[in-house]
C-alpha cells in the first residue's frame, strides 16, 4: 500500500481486507490518527480505543475464516452523538447532566454493526443541534481539519472534522436543515442529505435526514448501500425501488439541469461562492447538459416562520430545564430560543405552517428538472469560536436558504467541493434531486468530481 491507511477510501480497504490487510492494522493505524490529530480537533463525544480493537480483532477472525459480514467489515466509520449506541448517554451537544442513555442502537448503529464496520466513536454536535458550528457548552469547540482557526460547520460538526482528517472514511451525520450539507462545504467533503424516509431514523421528525459525510463520492455511495436499509422502527420510512449505490454517468449530455444562484431569502452570496458555482455549471453545460437559471422560490417571510418554529421547539426544552440546567445551555442558544417564547398558539400555527408552503414551492420549481445545482452557503468557512456564520441571534437563520427548502421537500440534495476562496477555504456546490433520485444525484456529483481539475481537495495537505 503507497498510502497511509487513514487516506484510504472504503473500497481500498475492503479490497486490502479480501487481499489479506489485517483489520487490526488498520484499526491501530486509525487510532494513531486520532490520537495524533483529536487535542486540536475535539471531533470525538465518545471514543474507547480498547472497544475499537475488540471489534477490529472480531472482524479479522471473521475474514481469517471466510465468514466476513459484507465486503465492508472492518471498515472504520463514526456516527453523530445523537444517533443512538445502546446503553451511551444522549446528551445531544448540551452540558446539561445527566443526560439519557439510548435504550437501544438506532437503525443506523444496527446496519453498521450488522456489516461488520468498525465504529471508532460518537461525533460531537452543538447545543440541541440548532447551530451551524462546531460550538458545544459541553464539548468546546470542534475545529476545522484544514485550517482549526475555521470552523467546522454544524450540526454535524465532529463528523465532518473526523472525515476531512481521516479518521477512517465513512461518517454518519444528521440534517434537518443543511447540517450535513454545511459542514461538507465547510471541510471540501462529500455528502449526501438522502430523501425523505430512505435512512430509517430512530427519532423521525418533520426534515430530519440521517447520511454521509466522505472525502470521495464513492465512500458516500458505499456508506448508503449499508444504512439505506428498511426498518420499521421508523413509522415514516417509504418503500423506495432499489437503487444502485454504484451508478456512475458516463456523461451528462441530455439531462436537464436549474442553476440557482439567489435563494430569495437569508445573506446574500459572497462574489467568490457565485463564481465558483458558476463554473462547475458550466462543467455541466460544456459537456451536453441543458442549464437554465432557476428562480427563487422561497421568501424572506418563510424562512422567518421556519426560524421561528425552530426557536418555540427548543424553548419548550429549555424551558422545561430547571435553573441549573438553563444555566448550563449555551448563551448563544438560550438567547436564540427565548424568542419562541414570545409567540402564541395562532402564530405557531401560522409558523408551523410555512414549513408546508416551502414543501410545496421546492417540488413544484423543480419539477421540470433531472438536477438542480446551487451554493451550499452563501459563504465559506468563518471563525471556528462563531456559533452562527451570521452571528447574531435575534435574526433569523441567513445561511440555510439554499439547503433547507430540501429538508422540507423531501428531495435528495447532495454536497461536493467546487473551488476555493482565495484565501484556500473551501467551497461546496449542492446537487439536488426528485425525491427517490439518491443514486443519480450520486452518480452526477461523481462525473463531476472526475472533472472538476483545480477544485479537487488534496487532502495530503491536512497534517
Sequence with gaps: MSRNLHEMSAHELAAGYADGLDPREVAEAMLARIADREPVLNAFYLHDPSQVRADAEASA???????????????????????????????????????????????????????????????????WGMLSSGVSSLHGISRNAWNPALTTGGSSAGSSAAAAAGYGPLHVGTDIGGSIRLPGTWSGLATLKPSDGLVPLHAPYLGRAAGPLTRTIADAQALMSVIAQPDERDYTARPYPQMDWSKTLPDVAGLRIALQLDAGSGADVDAEVLSAVQAAADLFAAAGATVVPLAPFMTPEQLAGVDAFWRTRSWVDYSALDDEGRSLVLPYIARWCGAG?????????????????????????????????????????????????????????????????????????????CGFTADGRTIGLQVAGRIGSDDLVLAACAWYESVRADATPDWSLID
Excluded at 471473521?62 to 453523530?80: E, N
Excluded at 448540551?94 to 438506532?106: D, F, G, L, R, Y
Design 61 to 127: 477472525q471473521r475474514w481469517a475464516t471466510g465468514t466476513q459480514l459484507s465486503a465492508f467489515d472492518g471498515v472504520p466509520a463514526t456516527v453523530k452523538e445523537n444517533i443512538p449506541r445502546a446503553g451511551k448517554p444522549l446528551p445531544s451537544g448540551t452540558a446539561i447532566p445527566n443526560p439519557p442513555a439510548a435504550p437501544q442502537n438506532a437503525p443506523i448503529t444496527d446496519r453498521l454493526l450488522e456489516s461488520g464496520l468498525v465504529i471508532l466513536g460518537s461525533t460531537t454536535m452543538p447545543d
Design 341 to 417: 417564547a414570545a409567540y402564541d398558539g395562532a402564530q405557531t400555527l401560522v409558523n408551523y405552517g410555512r414549513f408546508g408552503q416551502i414543501q410545496q414551492a421546492t417540488r413544484a420549481a423543480t419539477a421540470p428538472f433531472d438536477l438542480v445545482l446551487s451554493p451550499v452557503a452563501p459563504m465559506a468557512a468563518f471563525p471556528a469560536e462563531d456559533p452562527m456564520p451570521v452571528n447574531d441571534p435575534d435574526r433569523p437563520m441567513a445561511h440555510i436558504s439554499f439547503t433547507m427548502p430540501y429538508n422540507m421537500s423531501g428531495q435528495p440534495a447532495a454536497s461536493i467541493n
